[in-house]
Structure formats: structure tokens, C-alpha cells
């Protein structure tokens, strides 16, 4: 299967003063690690994985990582996923970037956003519904990732616990969680009863 | 107004305000959030009216968490004193907040009442904020 390609290059430098240099000159340290890999320091462009993640599985998805060495001239390939991210607060630009090496055979565990399909018969009657889980853990091969679970809340009623076990899911994919766990709850509905008001001429005055 | 129910020590210097909040520095639990920009202290009551400017637009429908709390006593000398005579009283509680900051979050109502009322609790509060949407960098 083809994988969309991400150009990174092999860094020798470590620690805050380099990295800052680093991120001055427009690029992102990163690291590559993995089971049977060896850990290797890179730098990307933050533009080129942005772009390269703008795709339906946006975070999930998974990177041929070609990896150039400055010094050697030297080439290598790596089946990468983004493990983790750190960005600025407050300008919100990438700082650092944690690549998990994958192998195309090899079942991975990636957390798959959840998505509400229409409006509920207990939501339209008045009930909240309430998303439990935003994203699930899900254990497929890279090729096999889904962008997003939907479920078709439209039939549902107040009172309703919806759980993993109902779950739409293809062939291949194991969601991480108990069976019994709840994915979204929607709230029953409360009729308010509304007291009669007693007459006010009972009423006495307090001082 | 919030407070806290117990500190160890009444009265506390008054300290500096470095760096950036790297930590509750995302909408966590609900869809939409309202993110410091600048550093600073907001008092309990600013706290309060920012809430209540929230909850007239959130109303049943919608669910709405507040991220931050006033830990900090800020002691104020009584007026026309003389210098000295040691610190004065606990007047006030304040959060301090760096940039950064997620400061309240909504859930339950369209992006535009969400947009609404985020911009009118920031008038509340002595700090510059933003618009957040749930979701990183990437």
C-alpha cells in the first residue's frame, strides 16, 4: 500500500539551545522510535506534516518517513505514525513531534474519533445527550484505519445507554474497551410538574 | 463567590507571573473554550460575572465547566493609614493566570451562542482572551 511520503532529515544536536535554533530556522525536531527500531533524532517541516495530516485521518495517519542524512548522503525509509505533539499554547505552532514506527503487517492501536449521526428521539423531546467517549481506542493494521466511527443516533430514546458492544464497525477492527462500556448516554426527559398556586389570602406578614 | 475552604497560611507575597500555562491548556471536557491570552489576576467576583454572563446563554440546554480558581489572598491596607504596621487584611481572592490558560468551557450549544458568550463573559474579566475549539496542532 502506498503511504503519503513526509521529507525529514537525521539531526545529531540535542537539547533546548539546539532546538530552539532548530524551530528559529523554520524546522521541527522529532524523534522516531519503536519496537524493534533504533531511536533516531530528525527534524521536519512543520508545513509538510501539517499538510500531509490534513487528510480524512487527519492525526492517524500513517507517514513514509524518508529520513536524509546531511553528512552521508544516505537515504532510509520509515513507516511512521504520530505518537504524540507538543505545540505552543498560545501561538499554537508545533514544537515537538513523537513518530511511532509501525509495520505494515503489525495491528496498531490508535484512538478513532466518534461521531454522532442526526438528532435522537429523546433529544428532540427534550433529553441531552451526553458523548461519554469522544474517541476510542481501536486496534487495526495501518492500512485498515478508520476516520471516524459514526453512530446513527436517529432511532434512539431517552434513557438510552448506548455501548461498544453496538458499535458499527469493519471487519478488522477490535475496539480496546470493554464490551459493556458506555459510548454516549442521552438523559431521560423530565416533565416538570408545575405546583398550583394557593390563594393568598392565607398568607400572614412577618415581621 | 468561590474561595477556598482552608489555607495554611492567611496572607502570601505577591510574586511574578512567568512563562506560559503548558497544562489546562486545551478544551478538555467540553466542545468550546475560552483561552487566556495574557498573564494577570482574576478576582472571585470577575470569576462569578463572567459565569453568570456564560450561564444566561448556555441555559438548560448546554453544560459549561469552570477551569480555574482563586487560590491566591490578596491583602489590601485600610484606608487613610499610616506606612507600616505590618500587611494589611485578606481582602480578596484571585487566580493567577499565564497565556495560555483555558479559563471556562461550554458543551450542548451551537458554535455561535458559544462564540456569543464567551465574548461577552471576556468583558468581565481584566485579560484578553480567545475563541478555542476542541482539537490540538495537528
Given at each position: 500500500m502506498e503511504f503519503i511520503k513526509l521529507e525529514a532529515l537525521a539531526r545529531e544536536s540535542k537539547g533546548k539551545s539546539a532546538a530552539r535554533r532548530m524551530r528559529k530556522a523554520g524546522r521541527v525536531p522529532a524523534v522516531v522510535y519503536g519496537k524493534d527500531t533504533d531511536t533516531r533524532k530528525i527534524s521536519v517541516d512543520p508545513e509538510a506534516l501539517i499538510k500531509a495530516l490534513?487528510?480524512?485521518?487527519?492525526?492517524n495517519t500513517p507517514l513514509d518517513v524518508v529520513i536524509s542524512d546531511v553528512n552521508s548522503e544516505k537515504k532510509e525509509d520509515a513507516l511512521v505514525i504520530v505518537k504524540d505533539h507538543h505545540y505552543d499554547p498560545v501561538t499554537r505552532e508545533l514544537l515537538h513531534v513523537d513518530f511511532l514506527s509501525i509495520s505494515e503487517s503489525a495491528p496498531i492501536r490508535v484512538d478513532v474519533p466518534v461521531v454522532k449521526v442526526g438528532r435522537s428521539k429523546g433529544e428532540q423531546l427534550g433529553g441531552i445527550l451526553r458523548m461519554?467517549?469522544?474517541?476510542l481506542p481501536v486496534i487495526c493494521l495501518p492500512k485498515d484505519i478508520p476516520a471516524k466511527i459514526s453512530v446513527d443516533v436517529s432511532a434512539l430514546e431517552g434513557g438510552i445507554t448506548y455501548h461498544v458492544s453496538e458499535l458499527p464497525l469493519a471487519e478488522g477492527l477490535t475496539v480496546a474497551?470493554?464490551?459493556?462500556?458506555?459510548?454516549l448516554t442521552i438523559s431521560p426527559i423530565v416533565i416538570e410538574e408545575v405546583a398550583p398556586e394557593e390563594p393568598a389570602a392565607g398568607k400572614k406578614k412577618k415581621k | 463567590m468561590l474561595s477556598p475552604a482552608k489555607v495554611k497560611y492567611r496572607k502570601q507575597q505577591k510574586g511574578k507571573v512567568r512563562g506560559k500555562s503548558y497544562r489546562g491548556s486545551d478544551v478538555s471536557f467540553g466542545d468550546y473554550g475560552m483561552q487566556a491570552l495574557e498573564s494577570g489576576w482574576i478576582t472571585s467576583r470577575q470569576i462569578e460575572a463572567a459565569r453568570m454572563a456564560i450561564s444566561r446563554h448556555v441555559k438548560k440546554t448546554g453544560k459549561m465547566w469552570i477551569r480555574f480558581f482563586p487560590h491566591k489572598p490578596v491583602t489590601k491596607t485600610a484606608a487613610e493609614t499610616r506606612m507600616g504596621k505590618g500587611k494589611g487584611s485578606p481582602e480578596e481572592w484571585v487566580a493567577v493566570i499565564r497565556p495560555g490558560r483555558v479559563l471556562y468551557e461550554i458543551s450542548g450549544v451551537s458554535e455561535a451562542d458559544a462564540q456569543k458568550a464567551f465574548r461577552t463573559a471576556s468583558h468581565k474579566l481584566g485579560i484578553a482572551t480567545r475563541f478555542l475549539k476542541r482539537g490540538g496542532a495537528l
Open positions: 490534513a487528510g480524512p485521518l487527519r492525526v461519554v467517549h469522544r474517541t474497551m470493554p464490551p459493556q462500556e458506555a459510548v | -
